[in-house]
C-alpha cells in the first residue's frame, strides 16, 4: 500500500497523509504543517495564486509584469503558486489526485477537497447540528476513564472548531466537569472552589482529574483487598465451626459402639422401635413379646 511506504513528517519535509474517512483531522494537521513551512504558502491556498503583478514606478500603478522584466522578489512570490500545489500534491494519495489534478491553483485543489470531503454549506450545517448534539448529550460513564472520556469530548470539539464552530474554553470546561459522574461530586466541588474556571485550561483539568482518579484506583483496591481478607477469614470460621459439630455427632454415635459395652448397661435408648432387643440370650425384633414369653416360661418351671 501506498501508506505504508509513506515516511510522513521524515525531516519535516513530507506533510500528512490524506486521510479521507478523518478528512477534519488531517485538514487541522495539513494547515498546521504549511503555516510552519510558510505562512505565504497557506496564503496562497486559502485565498489564491499571488498574481504577475508590480507597481510600475512611472506610471505608480500595479501592472502585470512579463516573466522576463521580473524582478527577483516577484519571481520568488510567484513561485509559491506551485509550491503550495506541490505540498497538496505531496500529501494525496493516487486516487486523490486523479480528482483534482485538472484544477489549476491550489485554491481550486484545496476548495475541490473540501466540497469534496467537508461538504457544501448545507452538508457543513448539518455536520455542525450533528457534532452540537454530540456535545450537548456528551456523558461520562461510571467506569470510563479520565483519558478515554477526553479523547472523545476532544474529538467533538475539535471538529467543531474545524467547522468553523465552537464553544469558549470556559464552556468546555464547565460541560465537562457536568458530564462526570456523580462519584466524582466531591472533586468537582473542590475545583470550582479552589480554581478560576474562566482562566483555567482544559489540559490542567484533565491533568487534576487523572491525580484524582488514581487515588481513587487505590482506594478501591484497597477495600476490595479487605472485604477478600474478611471474607476469607469468615469461610474459614464456618468451615471450622462444621468441622467441630461434625466431630460431636461422630462421638455420640460410637458411645454404643463399644464391643465391651453390654447393651444392658448402654443408658442411650435405642436409635427406633425396630431395634431388636437382646432377650434370654437371643435377639429378638420384638421385645414385648420375648418379654411376655419368659415369665409365661418362669411360672412353667415354678
Known sequence: ?????????????????????????????????????????????????????????????????PFHIQSDDLKKKLAKNNEAKMVIYNALPRKEYERICMCQTA???????????????????NKIDLLVQQYEQFTILEEESIDNAFAKFNTIITSLKALDEGFSSKNYLRKFLRSLHPKWRAK???IKESKNLTTLPLDELIGNLKVYEEVIKKDFKMVKGKKEQSRSLALK?????????????????????????LIGECSKPPKNNDQRAFIGGAWSDNGEDEVGKTKDETCLVA
Open 237 to 261: 470460621v464456618k468451615k471450622e465451626v462444621s468441622d467441630e459439630d461434625i466431630s460431636s455427632s461422630d462421638s455420640e454415635d460410637d458411645e454404643c459402639g463399644d464391643p465391651n459395652h
Open 188 to 190: 468537582v466541588t473542590t
Open 1 to 65: 500500500m501506498e501508506s505504508e511506504n509513506y515516511l510522513e513528517w521524515q525531516s519535516m519535509q513530507r506533510p500528512p497523509l490524506f486521510e479521507s474517512d478523518g478528512f477534519i483531522y488531517w485538514k487541522n494537521r495539513f494547515e498546521t504543517y504549511v503555516k510552519s513551512k510558510d505562512l505565504d504558502l497557506w496564503h496562497v491556498i486559502t485565498d489564491g495564486d499571488f498574481p504577475p503583478i508590480q507597481n510600475n514606478p512611472k506610471t505608480k500603478k500595479d501592472e502585470v509584469i
Open 107 to 125: 485554491k481550486e485543489i484545496w476548495d475541490t477537497l473540501l466540497i469534496t470531503h467537508q461538504g457544501n454549506n448545507q452538508v457543513k450545517a
